[in-house]
């Protein structure tokens, strides 16, 4: 059946004892196909569901179904019933190319419709299944106006119990291009999800396969703490375009979840306009109205998927942050083996690259008391992070990375890399714990001096790219950096300042390269066994540990040196390298002395 230039429009005066079911069905077994094809300037969109009742139904059935049109506004508008569109191995095609100077949209759900009657069911019903492809292909040459391939309309004004809309086929995707570089591929929730009876519930899920949803801008914008979308698929789900929740619920499952993305977050104090692939966050006054992203599984063999991350800043915007995972007054959760890639690329960008973030979360900046932008990095053995890992005001980056699969503890076959500093400000706190010989290369620094009275003022200069507003420096205090590394290597590159250090057998190593002799870290509190590795000089420029806090566990020293040392030194030569306030048995000693080599209560190696 080919419909050419005909529109398939509910009346719109239905009485209220009445629906109206308009059914357009041939096998899905067979070769059947039904193409409805618009190539007029006809602005009313080829299917609309437009009942008040909220009673009608428009069904399609066949092997191969495609929605074609040459013009803006809606493909297809649910407003108020049950729209259903049935496909067999063909697969469903929507398809939209304009070269209208108007919004361009695919799909949109719930526009304009004033509900009269209580509904027989919960829910505004839109369904495309599939047992082969949908695909929803949007391009619009307009400037000035959006394209989006999946939109829930902002105009409605109805009652409605909520509303679901389910994308199943054996594979899905959704492509929507703009020449203003301006569209969104999936758009939630400016008409359901306000409240708890008016929730919106959306599934895209690949039964034998892969979702791919593509944007030259945002790939998801869900809107609202009572809407949920689901994105399940059986291979792999990929995601080109920034993912945006602003307070509500996205999950992402499948073995494999790729996200790229070089599109800005709207709203970005105090971090910069920035270029992100995840961002959560929130509009709200309190600690319900967050966003959630979640993205792998939990547990056994959910926790072996992999998920990769991905964020590159053109060349227009170099002067901007790009931060991969961006919890802003939102949360984050990441499950399994996971990369995240910035423009960092190599260990020795570290000094002259301050805008590369992997990890940032602040609080809600509306109110900040809100203990909110919180990330759950629960990682698995072999993941990869290039960029800093960043929490301010209050917030929260959870970093740890599990042994899962390891057969022996000296293994590195699935030993994991982090090549990025970790800083927090203002009551943020970073948590980093690794285990199975993972290495970091990095510096650390919780701005413990900030708390000391004019110091700010003094330092505008180190906050960035951590934190943009200074306007009043006396509302900038330190924040949280603890460190547990478990048989984990940290190769510190750069003067670091921790909250604390937790260790079993974890090395410390200060070296760095010749430029770093002066290397030094700062701990508040020190507890466990850990191996420091140090140059050390009898004039003192050498490599330095500072301890407020000490333990009684004995610590050892590496001299990386030694044969410096021992050509240096004579006997009765005393060489400092640590300094500690509140000292423990195990750092009795910060000196070597050449008459007795001892340190820290045990041995130097």
Do not use: C
């Amino acid at each position: 059946l080919n419909f050419i230039n005909t529109n398939i429009q509910m009346p719109s005066d239905i009485r209220d004892d009445e629906s109206k079911d308009i059914k357009i069905k041939g096998e899905l077994q067979s070769n059947s196909s039904i193409r409805m094809i618009r190539n007029t300037k006809q602005s009313e969109p080829i299917i609309r569901v437009y009942d008040p009742q909220g009673l009608s139904k428009v069904e399609l059935q066949a092997d191969q179904i495609t929605l074609s049109s040459n013009n803006s506004n809606s493909l297809i508008q649910n407003g108020n019933g049950t729209l259903l569109i049935n496909s067999g191995t063909g697969g469903t095609k929507l398809i939209v190319e304009s070269e209208d100077n108007n919004s361009t949209y695919g799909l949109t759900i719930a526009s304009n419709v004033i509900s009269l009657v209580p509904r027989e069911s919960n829910y505004l019903k839109t369904s495309l299944i599939s047992t082969g492809n949908n695909l929803i292909n949007i391009t619009s040459k307009s400037n000035n106006y959006s394209a989006k391939g999946i939109y829930s309309d902002g105009t409605g004004k109805g009652t409605f119990d909520g509303i679901a809309t389910d994308i199943i086929g054996a594979n899905n995707e959704i492509t929507v291009q703009s020449a203003n570089k301006k569209s969104t591929a999936i758009d939630l929730g400016y008409f359901s999800g306000k409240t708890e009876d008016s929730q919106g519930i959306y599934t895209l899920q690949a039964t034998n396969g892969y979702n791919k949803i593509t944007s030259d801008d945002v790939a998801i914008s869900a809107k609202y703490r009572f809407n949920k979308l689901y994105i399940n698929a059986t291979n792999y789900n990929q995601t080109t375009g920034i993912v945006k929740s602003d307070e509500a619920s996205v999950y992402y499952q499948a073995p494999l979840n790729i996200f790229t993305s070089s599109s800005f977050t709207t709203s970005n104090i105090p971090l910069n306009a920035s270029v992100s692939a995840l961002y959560s966050t929130s509009s709200g006054q309190n600690t319900k109205d967050i966003g959630y992203l979640y993205v792998g599984g939990k547990t056994g063999e959910e926790y072996n998927k992999e998920n990769i991350i991905n964020v590159k800043r053109t060349e227009e915007q170099t002067n901007k942050n790009e931060i991969a995972v961006y919890a802003k007054g939102g949360y984050i959760d990441l499950y399994g083996k996971t990369t995240i890639s910035t423009s960092i690329n190599s260990i020795s960008e570290l000094k002259t690259n301050n805008s590369s973030i992997a990890i940032a979360a602040t609080s809600n900046e509306i109110n900040r008391n809100i203990k909110t932008g919180i990330v759950n990095a629960n990682l698995a053995s072999g993941s990869s992070i290039w960029g800093d890992i960043i929490a301010t005001d209050s917030s929260t980056v959870n970093l740890d990375i599990k042994d899962q699969n390891i057969i022996s503890s000296r293994t590195t076959e699935n030993s994991s890399l982090i090549v990025g500093n970790a800083m927090s400000i203002n009551g943020g706190n970073v948590n980093v714990s690794l285990d199975n010989n993972s290495v970091w290369y990095g510096r650390a620094d919780d701005y413990q001096d900030a708390d000391i009275a004019g110091w700010a003022a003094e330092h505008l200069d180190v906050f960035s790219p951590i934190y943009t507003d200074t306007s009043d420096p006396s509302k900038i205090s330190s924040g949280n950096v603890n460190i547990k590394l478990n048989g984990s290597t940290w190769h510190v590159t750069g003067q670091s300042w921790i909250s604390s250090l937790e260790g079993n057998n974890a090395t410390i190593d200060l070296t760095g390269e010749s430029t770093d002799i002066n290397n030094a870290i700062h701990i508040g509190k020190i507890s466990g066994t850990n191996n420091f590795v140090l140059n050390v000089s009898p004039d003192g420029s050498g490599n330095m540990i500072y301890v407020k806090d000490g333990t009684g566990a004995a610590q050892n020293i590496i001299i990386n040196n030694r044969n410096e040392v021992l050509s240096q030194t004579k006997e009765g030569d005393v060489i400092r390298f640590a300094t500690v306030s509140h000292a423990g048995n195990g750092f009795s000693d910060g000196n070597i002395s050449a008459n007795q080599v001892s340190t820290f209560g045990k041995s130097t190696q």
